[in-house]
Every structure is written in C-alpha cells, then in structure tokens.
C-alpha cells in the first residue's frame, strides 16, 4: 500500500469503516512510515478535538431536571411543552448547526489533497534536504520513458526568471520520486532561500485556460504552496519565502510553465508511471543534476550550502 493510498483511508480508519483487511494492511503501512504514521495521530488528534468541543460545550448541555420533566411527561401521556422547553430546544438546534458549520469550514481550509502534501515533501526532501530513497536522475530519460512534457522543464522556466519582486535563478533541474509520485522538479532560489516547482502527472486535472488559476495554500508542513493545472498534469510551487513575495513568484512561473506545458513534444510508447530504483539516465541535462551534486545518496545535506 503506498502512502497516496494511505491517507486517502485515514479517516475511513478512523471511523471504523474499513474492512479487518484493509484495516491490517493500512496499520503495516503505517507502523514502517513516520510520515504516514504522524498524519494519522493527526487526524486522531482532530477528530478528539472536534468531539469534545461538541460533548463539552455548556450550552448543548440539558437544563437541570429536564430528563425528569420528560420522563413525566411521556408517563402522563401529555406532549404539551413548555414555552421555555421549545425555545432552549431551538436554541440546542441552531448552536449544533452553528458548531457543526464551523467544524466543516475548519475541515475544509485543513483539508490538503494527497498530490500537495507529496509536492512538499518533495520540496522538503529533495531540495532542502536530500533525503530520497531513489537518487533524482536528468528530466531527458524520463521525457522519453514516461511523460514527454518532462523535457519541457528543461528549458522552461529561464535559468533566470525577472519577478515583481528581483530576480530568481534556476539552481537545478531533475526528475524524481516522492512517496511513489513521479515528478519533474526546478530548484530555484531567490535571495538566499529555495524555491521548487514541481510537475507530476494528474489525469483529472484540466487546462484552466490561457492564464493559469492558482490556488493557495498558506502553511502545508510550513511551507507555502502555489498550484495550477494543464490538461493531464498538476504544477506546484513550494517553499517558505515570504508570502508577498513568495505570491510574486509564483505568478511569475505560472505563466510561462503553463504555456510550455500545453505544448508538449510526441509521446513515448510507455508512458506508465515507475519508481523502481533502476532506470536511470546516462545524459546529463544542460543544468546540474542531483546526481551530480549530491552524490551521498544515505546522508542528508543542505542545498542552501551550495
């Protein structure tokens, strides 16, 4: 089970709704994967949270004596109620609806799709850290094995981009494999700190027109990400940069990747998605490789040292 497929379960799990199967499959999943393991006790952690705010609030609770007058009226066989009972009932009714409305607005700003939590570990893993099981290769192997559009990357963005905010440079370029997501991925910096923009595959997503929608997601694991989409794939951008700025750049990428990725070059025989450990490029790109910079593949280090 790969971890996409985890956290698609996580609350499924949670609630009791997976079969002893699938349930014993997610948990040895879980028991070997940190990240995996640390987003399910969040969850856990939410959900308890959620539950004790709706069980615990003073308002939700039942006035004293109210159980007796129910049980009395129900032995008596009257339902008259009482003008005060109608309205603490329709006061309980309108507070849930406002507490379970609230609740659904704070699920949905926290709720992260599987395909931006994989871009920022990518980002975090790859770029400021290299910590990857499989060492990142050239974007020219996989353009011919997987995904043609990858071969875009190679030239696009600029080795240096103008922005609103100064100029960013292009430090890297490479493709690599993240929690089992193929990606093509552009190191950047900008004024000291490392930017990535990274594209993977998505058969859902679909071009949103001539100028690229963005959507914005302000802390994912602390880190700010940019995402837009073309017909077949998914682009982020990722990183801590300052949210003005960071916003800046973004839109200064979008534009141009958006354009570079319509236009792709003929597609490749096979272009199903592999992570095994074994294909590898023996053309290096025009721009540094990881193979080429980083050559520990078991020892993290910091690509702001570079």
Known sequence: ???????????????????????????????????????????????????RAFTGADFLQPRAGFSTEVLSQVRSGTTHRSRWTSLWTWGALAASLVLVTAAGLFLVRHNVSAIVRDAVGDHLNCAVQFRLAERPISLTDPSLRYDPVFATLEAT?????????????????????????????????????????LVTADPSAAASGKVPSLSWFT??????????????????????????????????????????????GPRAANSS??????????TAPPAPTLSEGFELRDQPQDRHQL
């Open 1 to 51: 089970m790969q971890c996409r497929e985890v956290r698609d379960l996580l609350d499924s799990f949670l609630g009791q709704e997976l079969l002893v199967e699938t349930n014993l499959e997610l948990m040895r999943h879980v028991e070997a994967c940190p990240a995996c393991r640390a987003e399910l006790e969040a969850r856990r952690q939410l959900r308890a949270g959620l539950q």
């Open 157 to 197: 963005p600029s080795a240096e981009i103008a922005t609103a905010v100064g100029p960013v440079r292009v430090i890297e370029r490479h493709a690599c494999v993240f929690a089992g997501r193929r990606f093509a991925h552009v190191v950047l910096r900008f004024e000291g700190q490392l930017l990535s923009l």
């Open 273 to 282: 998605i592999r992570t095994d450990a074994g294909s590898r490029a023996s």
């Open 219 to 264: 802390d994912v694991e602390g880190q700010r990400v940019a995402s837009f989409k073309t017909a077949g794939h998914a682009a982020f951008v990722v990183s801590a940069v300052q949210d003005k700025q960071f916003r800046a750049i973004a839109q200064a990428l979008a534009e141009p990747v958006s354009h570079g990725l319509t236009v792709p």
